[in-house]
């Protein structure tokens, strides 16, 4: 797999190849860039980039984190959703912080922030739920990127499956 830091462009796009499967790839033209593999119940999921393995997993019940580890079981990170659903922190066992929040009412976009406030990456997600990701050119190189972006897509995928899943079973009179 092509590392983060090795991009030739700076925006890429998730694939869905199968409608059947929820597995997603992100790729720099020919290269694959990562591999996202979520069960059917979204609770877990499993991502692989060059950096590694890492597991997602749901914890709780009213507040659901999402623990994230590396392919032999240690805890790397947790992320805390805010209530309104449209921001959360993701927090390393190192101490490393980092924001996500939603912007836009109508459009889908979502930005990932360092403790700092300094933009790292956005994505997008269309009608079609396709997801472009765009990076910022100076934060490639930070050995979190691929925990969030593996992350980000995780969350996109479990937003589009709830709001079908509330479509399915709302009953118009």
């Excluded at 079609?128 to 990076?135: A, E, G, S």
């Excluded at 490639?140 to 399915?168: D, F, G, K, N, W």
């Amino acid at each position: 797999m092509q590392p983060l830091s090795n991009l030739s462009t700076y925006s890429l796009q998730w694939v869905k190849p199968s409608w059947r499967k929820y597995h997603f790839e992100l790729a720099d033209g020919a290269n694959m860039v990562a591999t996202l593999d979520i069960n059917g119940w979204m609770n877990r999921a499993t991502g692989t980039t060059s950096a590694g393995t890492f597991i997602f997993k749901r914890a709780g019940f009213w507040k659901q984190d999402i623990i994230i580890h590396d392919a032999a079981g240690t805890p790397l990170a947790t992320y805390t959703t805010h209530w309104t659903g449209t921001k959360g922190t993701l927090t390393f066992v190192d101490g490393a912080v980092f924001h996500r929040r939603q912007q836009g009412f109508w459009k889908h976009e979502t930005i990932w922030t360092d403790a700092a406030g300094r933009p790292m990456f956005q994505y997008a997600t269309n009608w079609k739920n396709q997801t472009h990701v765009t990076f910022a050119p100076d934060m490639l190189h930070r050995p979190e990127m691929s925990v969030i972006v593996l992350l980000s897509q995780y969350l996109a995928a479990a937003a589009a499956t709830e709001t079908a899943s509330v479509a399915a079973t709302t009953v118009v009179p």
